[in-house]
Each structure stands twice: as structure tokens, then as C-alpha cells.
Nanobody
Framework: QVQLKESGGGLVQAGGSLRLTCAAS????????MGWFRQAPGKEREFVAG???????????DSGDSVEGRFTISRANAKNTVLLQMSSLKPEDTAVYYC???????????????WGQGTQVTVSS
């Protein structure tokens, strides 16, 4: 059973930056693709970014205002961590951000088997 814990959320002004960290309870290297999702109040959970097991492939969500170019996902398998560096944040980025692990990289949350509790990101205008 993989346990995931997110950290790094908080309140930031528009244009600012945050770095989210997802720490896994055990080695996820070579076992799981990792994804970041977010969910704003009253909205469905949406894909933000994902990374393959070896970090060789990355995907970014394109629903609404694309995060590609502003967000960067990376992983450090030796440390069992996945990072989401967020820059040029906008108020519409406000949401609870979740880390997830799955057998393969995909945009759908249904693909992922393990989820963290989430971390709140609030961007003020």
C-alpha cells in the first residue's frame, strides 16, 4: 500500500510561486507513474501534470487555462518524492492539489490507485 502526503501549499499573491512536494511512504521508483490533480469548490477534479516512472515523459493539463509553461513536474526516485513547481500563479489556480500514483501515466483520475489527502493552494488577486 503506497501512502502519499502532499506539502507546500499555502496562500500566495497572483504572480507568485509555490513548490508542492509529494512524499511517498515507500519506493515508487520504477513502479508508478505519478500525477498531480486539483479540485476547486464546485468543480470536478482535473489533471494538472503527470510524470512517467523514470521521469522521461511528462504531461500537462490543458483544460481551461493551460498550466504548461507555468508549472513543472519532476521526480526524485531516490528520495521517493515528486515535485510540482508552480510559477506565475493566477487566482484561477486556487484549489486543493492532490498527488496520485498509478500503473501508467494518464490524464484520467480513474487511472490512479493511490491518493494523498491534498494540500490547499490559494492565490489572491
Amino acid at each position: 500500500q503506497v501512502q502519499l502526503k502532499e506539502s507546500g501549499g499555502g496562500l500566495v499573491q497572483a504572480g507568485g510561486s509555490l513548490r508542492l512536494t509529494c512524499a511517498a511512504s515507500e519506493r515508487t521508483a520504477e513502479d508508478y507513474a505519478m500525477g498531480w490533480f486539483r479540485q476547486a469548490p464546485g468543480k470536478e477534479r482535473e489533471f494538472v501534470a503527470g510524470i512517467s516512472w523514470n521521469g522521461g515523459v511528462t504531461y500537462y493539463g490543458d483544460s481551461g487555462d493551460s498550466v504548461e509553461g507555468r508549472f513543472t513536474i519532476s521526480r526524485a526516485n531516490a528520495k521517493n518524492t515528486v515535485l510540482l513547481q508552480m510559477s506565475s500563479l493566477k487566482p484561477e489556480d486556487t484549489a486543493v492539489y492532490y498527488c496520485a500514483a498509478g500503473a501508467y501515466l494518464d490524464f484520467s483520475p480513474d487511472t490512479y490507485d493511490y491518493w494523498g489527502q491534498g494540500t490547499q493552494v490559494t492565490v489572491s488577486s
